[in-house]
């Protein structure tokens, strides 16, 4: 007998041993009793020793079986699992890519491209959630967008952009508080805030050409969502700092209006996919963080 074969005669030796039975071991594993036969025959003629005796009720170890079968044990449970990690893999591929998105970017860049991605990839179902990052939900699925890198070893993260920021207001709001002529003039203003470290002020760094300011303002309001932040600036509470692209309906119907045009923020946080190193080569994953890279770019600039 080709040594080939060695392992998986000797894993059957083990099931035929743990079922206590060759036709318990052959409906198991899904081949005729003949070929569990024929594999303990063969696995006894390669290794020259008899391992088993059996009649019609039971079977036997030899001495040279007894010895013999903690390793072809380790061969069996090695390939079952290895059976288990080949069919989480292929249910992986084969099922919907469970996406989670925070919601407010969910809402406003992720939601227009989900059918445009379907209608290119129509063989890829998708189950999109939007819900709080910080939950237990990041384990259920299978990709997250959200701001900033993952840290751990075994997730990847993948930059999908930055967003550009600007101060705006309403144009009530600055019809009655008036409108800064510098960045230092912030200062006088209620400002609105991303969430700030405990007992600081929050620190606005701004750009005109070469020329660079930073000024230390104390929020009116600061505030860990950026759907609660855009809805007091589009309330008339103050000045505020928010992505652009969640200004731009308000900044359109003139609902809203830039602060110090001249002057520009620095990007906010990038945008990452992540998901899990195992996932790497999903092409159902890859079509998708493809895609977004691809689209989100242009939606987060324009």
Known sequence: ?????????????????????????????????????????????????????????RLRLTPAGERLLPPCRTILLATEDAKRLAAELTESRSGPLRVLAEPTFGRVLLAPLVPRFLERYPKIPLEVELGDLSTGLRAEHDLIIQVGEDPSPDRVSRMLGAPPAILCATPTYLQRAGEPATPRDLTRFAMLTPETPPNSNFVIRLAHGNRREEVSVSPKLAVNDLALLHASV?????????????????????????????????????????????????ERLKAFVDFLAANLVPALAS
């Open 1 to 57: 007998m080709p040594q080939f074969w060695s392992p998986a005669h000797m894993a059957t030796f083990a099931k035929i041993v743990d079922l206590n039975g060759f036709s318990a071991a052959a409906r198991a594993l899904g081949v005729p009793k003949a070929a569990v036969s024929r594999a303990i025959a063969e696995l006894e003629t390669e290794l020259e020793v008899k391992l088993m005796t059996r009649t019609t009720r």
């Open 234 to 282: 589009a309330a008339g509470l103050g000045i505020g700092l928010l992505p652009e692209f969640l200004c731009r309906q308000g900044l359109a119907s003139q609902r809203l209006k830039k602060v110090l045009p001249d002057w520009r923020p620095p990007e906010q946080s990038p945008l990452c996919a992540v998901f899990p190193g195992r996932l790497a080569e999903d």
